[in-house]
């Protein structure tokens, strides 16, 4: 990584200054850490999610240290991301010109599906590493707290035994196969999901009660019973064995689980974030921050329901990747 500097002294100072720059973000040296300067989002789902057949991604341990533009809220924001075989998250953000970071966005113009990340310029590496990478003033590098430095508060939802309201019960899809983009933004609006980007006044009540069970919750507006857990990042493929697995062993005394609708997982989708950063009832676990989803995406790829920016998107390609949680109907 940064091949230019290799095997000369200026190799020896970047790797003496962005040490400095991963020891204020709590990054061990023992990762032997440093910028690869040449990976860009785009990338990334079939190098980390897919594997994708990159020689240089040896085990799941490794870690990689990119820098890209976050484009999902206004004004856009430079951030520093750590990923790996099943494992993201964003480092810090950089405290950099936005005139800069503008610029850098309009050259692009709009990136595949509904995704919002876009690549550095060569402008921006070049301030990088006046600024950051050969600089000894980390000022302008602010971390970034994830949900799981956060108070999580106690899980209180009524039991499957306690009296509830009147409740009106609410149909949702369940077997939808494949969605256009306009059909998507329909649904949305029409069935008054939240969405950031799409329905941002929408809302959705549901009605949690707790099965007492330890491993799943039912929504009594829905009739869907969800896990509480979920399962960790793979490819679509995988996934699809998992809940083929959770069907043979009886998960929670049930055969019937299935991957969610666009629907069904959007009727979870909360306005508020709650204390782990996600838009969703904090009874869910936080370790499944985007989710398959059963569609297909026409004319390609596949819809994905992302709580951590409240809302849809979907990812080409064969087999990206993504996280978990099943769902089925109660009767």
Known sequence: MLSLYEGCPIERKYREEVMGLFKKLGVSPDLQPSIDWDLIPAETFAI????????????????????????????????LMERGIKFARVL??????????????ASQGKTMGLDKTYAISAEI??????NIVDSEDQSKVIPIKTGLDKDIPPIDLPGKDDPVPELTRIHLASSTETLEETEVTGLIKEKNFYDSQYNPDGSFANYLIDNKDGLTVTDLVTGLMWQLEGYDIMSRRKMIGHAKQANDEMFAGFNDWRLPTLEEALSLMEPAENSKGLHLSPCFSEHQPFIFLNEK???????FCDYKQGTVFWASGTIPGGFGRLCRTVE
């Open 297 to 303: 995406r026409e004319p390609g790829g596949y819809w």
């Open 92 to 105: 810090a953000k950089i405290d950099a010109p936005q005139e800069m970071i503008d610029k850098a966005v």
């Open 125 to 130: 590496k070049k301030w990088l590493l006046t």
């Open 48 to 79: 980390f999610e897919s594997w994708g057949g990159k020689e240089r991604v040896r085990h799941a341990s490794e870690r990689f240290y990119y820098f890209y533009i976050d484009y999902w809220e206004q004004p856009a924001t430079l951030c």
